[in-house]
C-alpha cells in the first residue's frame, strides 16, 4: 500500500478517537491497581492519587511503554499474512479498539476490575478470526500469554504473603513493635528503592540513554540509590516519625487519662468500675504505632506500581493504533519502527483523564469493598505487584496488573485475617471476587466478538 493513501485516512482519524477512548477507560477502570489500596487505607485522597496517576501514569507509558506495545501489534498475531492486504489489518485493528473499548467502558460502569490486556487480547484475536479465521494466529505467543493470567496472581499473592509474613513476625509480633519498626524502617527502605530502581534501570529506557547499560553498572546504581535513601530514612526520618509518633500516643494517652478521671468521679455513686486498659489494647495501639511508619511506603510503592501500570497497560490502548499508523505513514505491515514517543504520550493522557473522571468507581471496589486495608498490607500488596509487572514490562509480557493487584488483596486479606486473635470477621467479601471472577471470565469473549462483530461490518466496507 501507498504511505499515506488518502482512502484510509478516515480509518487513522477513527482510529486515533477509539484509541484514545480505550485509553480512557484503562485509567477509569486500571488505574485502580496502583492507587486503590493507598486511597482504601486512608494513606491519600481520591484526589491525590489522581496528581500522583497524572505524573507518573504518563511516565510510565513513555519511558517503558514500547516494548509492551510492540508485543501487542506484533506479538499476538502473524502481520505477514496481511501482506498486500494492509487495509484489512487497519480495519481489524479498528475493529480491536472498538471491541476493546466497549468492554472496558461497560465493566467500569458496573465497578467490576476487569483486564484491559485480555480486553485487547481477545479483541484482537476476535478480528483476526474474521479475518483470517485461525491462519496467522501466533498460538505459542497466546499461551504464554494465556499462562501468565494464571501465574501473575498466583505469582504476586505469594510474593506478597511472603513480604506480609516477613514484616508480621519480625515486626508486628516482636516484643516492641514499634522499635522493630524503626530498626527496619532504613532496611524496609533499601529493599524498596534497590527493587525497582533496578526494575527501572535493567534494559530501561532508550530516552534516558539506559537500555546498554552494563549489568555491573545497573547493580552499582540500584545498590547506591538504596544506600543513600536508607541513611537518609535513618538520619531524618527515623528521628522525625519517632518524635511524631511518641507525641502522638502521649497526646491520646493524657486525653484518655483525664477522660478516666472525670468519669470515675462523675460514676462513683453508681458504682460502675472503669477497667483498665488490657495488655491486648496496649499491643493493638501498638501495631497501629507501626501501621503509620508505612504511611510514606505506601505512598512510594504506590508510585512506582503506577509507574508500572503506564509502562504496561498503555500498549493496551496504543498498540493498535501504533500498527494503524505505521501501515498508514509506511504502507507495510512489516514496519520494525518502534513505538513512537508522542502515541505513547496520547495514550498516557487518556489513561490520566479516565482516571480522573471514573476512576473512583473501580478504586472503592478494589480498596475498600473487596478486604480491609491496612498501610502495611497496603505496602506489600502495592510491592507484590508492582514487582510482577514491572518484571513482565521488561520481558515484553503483556500480562494482567489487574490479576496481579486483585490476587495480591485476595491473598493478603485472608492471610492478615488469620494473624488475628479475633477471627470473626469475613477476611475476604468472596461474593463480590466471584462477580469480579465472572468478569476476568467474560472479558475475553466479550471483547472478541464485539470486535469480530465490527470486524464483519468493516468487510464489507472493505
Not at 15 to 34: C, H, Q, R, T
Not at 89 to 102: E, P, R, T
Request: with cysteine; charged share 10%.
Amino acid at each position: 500500500m501507498d504511505p499515506y493513501l488518502a482512502e484510509v485516512l478516515w480509518i487513522v482519524v477513527l482510529g486515533f478517537l477509539v484509541a484514545f477512548v480505550v485509553a480512557f477507560g484503562v485509567g477509569a477502570n486500571d488505574v485502580a491497581n496502583s492507587f486503590a489500596t493507598s486511597v482504601g487505607s486512608g494513606v491519600l485522597t481520591f484526589r491525590q492519587a489522581c496528581y500522583l496517576a497524572s505524573v507518573f501514569e504518563c511516565a510510565g507509558a513513555i519511558l517503558i511503554g514500547y516494548k509492551v506495545s510492540d508485543t501487542i501489534r506484533k506479538g499476538i498475531l502473524d502481520v505477514s499474512v496481511f501482506d498486500g492486504d494492509e487495509r484489512t489489518l487497519m480495519l481489524g485493528m479498528l475493529a480491536a479498539l472498538i471491541g476493546s473499548a466497549s468492554w472496558l467502558l461497560v465493566a467500569t460502569y458496573f465497578k467490576l476490575p476487569v483486564s484491559a490486556t485480555h480486553s485487547v487480547v481477545g479483541a484482537t484475536v476476535g478480528f483476526g478470526l474474521v479475518a483470517k479465521g485461525a491462519n496467522g494466529l501466533q498460538y505459542m505467543q497466546l499461551i504464554t500469554i494465556v499462562a501468565s493470567w494464571v501465574v501473575s496472581p498466583l505469582l504476586s499473592g505469594l510474593i506478597t504473603v511472603g513480604l506480609f509474613l516477613l514484616i508480621h513476625y519480625f515486626i508486628l509480633k516482636a516484643n516492641n513493635p514499634l522499635k522493630a519498626g524503626f530498626v527496619s524502617l532504613p532496611v524496609v527502605y533499601f529493599v524498596v528503592v534497590f527493587i525497582n530502581v533496578l526494575s527501572v534501570t535493567f534494559d530501561g529506557s532508550k530516552l534516558l540513554k539506559m537500555d546498554n547499560l552494563e549489568l555491573w553498572l545497573i547493580f552499582t546504581i540500584a545498590t547506591g540509590a538504596a544506600i543513600i535513601v536508607a541513611i537518609v530514612v535513618q538520619i531524618f526520618i527515623v528521628p522525625w516519625q519517632r518524635k511524631k509518633i511518641l507525641a502522638s500516643k502521649s497526646t491520646e494517652n493524657g486525653f484518655a487519662s483525664n477522660t478516666t478521671i472525670v468519669t470515675t468521679v462523675s460514676t462513683k455513686s453508681l458504682e460502675c468500675p472503669i477497667p483498665e486498659k488490657s495488655e491486648n489494647t496496649e499491643d493493638a495501639d501498638n501495631e497501629e504505632s507501626v501501621n503509620k511508619l508505612f504511611n510514606f511506603l505506601q505512598i512510594l510503592s504506590a508510585v512506582f506500581s503506577s509507574f508500572a501500570h503506564g509502562g504496561n497497560d498503555v500498549s493496551n490502548a496504543i498498540g493498535p493504533l501504533i500498527a494503524i499508523w505505521l501501515i498508514y505513514t509506511e504502507g507495510t505491515t512489516g514496519s520494525e519502527t518502534e513505538s513512537p514517543i508522542y502515541l505513547l504520550l496520547y495514550g498516557g493522557v487518556g489513561i490520566v483523564l479516565g482516571c480522573w473522571v471514573f476512576g473512583r468507581r473501580v478504586i472503592e471496589t478494589v480498596g475498600t469493598n473487596l478486604t480491609k486495608i491496612t498501610p502495611t498490607t497496603g505496602f506489600v500488596i502495592e510491592n507484590g505487584a508492582s514487582a510482577t509487572v514491572l518484571l513482565a514490562s521488561k520481558l515484553g509480557l503483556p500480562i494482567s496488573t489487574t490479576h496481579c493487584k486483585v490476587g495480591s488483596v485476595v491473598f493478603v486479606g485472608w492471610t492478615y485475617n488469620q494473624t488475628r486473635k479475633d477471627k470473626s470477621a469475613q477476611p475476604v467479601n468472596w461474593s463480590l471476587f466471584r462477580n469480579i471472577a465472572v468478569s476476568w471470565i467474560v472479558t475475553i469473549p466479550a471483547a472478541g466478538l464485539i470486535s469480530a462483530f465490527f470486524m464483519w461490518i468493516f468487510t464489507y466496507i472493505n
